[in-house]
Structure formats: structure tokens, C-alpha cells
């Protein structure tokens, strides 16, 4: 059912957001500006992009060799969309 709402789908490069999400699953994204506080969603920070948990004032990764991003420390923060998923391997 994912695949039927989501409007485009991502690859995820690195570890960050282990173990929910790891290197090579492929996302399903709906399109949003914004998501509420605890979803997953795709954002691009100063033009570099991530798959993160929305906290708000700052986006989390969920691998604890990781720091969270302090969205006050950037200047262009863009959000892409709304995580609904993963095609399953």
C-alpha cells in the first residue's frame, strides 16, 4: 500500500539511522514541506541531504555514534518529504 501513496523513492547511503534504516534500502517518500515532530522524513541541510527522525529543532539520527543536527546551526534547511516505508529486499 506504501508504494500505491509515496511519490518518489530515495536510496539510503551510510549507517546513521541504524538499525531502522540501512545502507542500500530504498524509501518511500510522499511529498511534504513539512513533517510532524517524530516522523521520518528526507531533508537537505545546506544543500547536503539525510534521512532523519524530525525533532523539532533538530533532526536525530537514531545510530549513537552519530550527533543529532541543530537545525539553528545551519542556514538553508528544505524538507523533501514524509518517510511511509521500504521496499522490502
Do not use: H, W
Not at 542500500?24 to 515532530?37: E, P, R, W
Not at 536525530?60 to 542556514?75: A, G, Q, R, V
Amino acid at each position: 500500500p506504501a508504494t500505491d501513496e509515496a511519490d518518489f523513492a530515495v536510496k539510503v547511503y551510510g549507517d546513521s539511522m541504524l538499525p531502522k534504516f540501512t545502507s542500500g534500502d530504498i524509501l518511500l517518500i510522499k511529498s511534504a514541506n513539512s513533517v510532524n515532530i517524530g516522523d521520518f522524513g528526507i531533508f537537505s541541510v545546506d544543500g547536503e541531504s539525510f534521512v532523519k527522525k524530525f525533532g523539532g529543532d533538530r533532526l536525530i539520527s537514531l545510530n549513537p555514534d552519530y550527533n543529532d543536527i541543530k537545525l539553528s546551526e545551519f542556514n538553508q534547511i528544505v524538507c523533501f518529504g514524509k518517510v511511509l516505508g521500504k521496499l522490502k529486499k
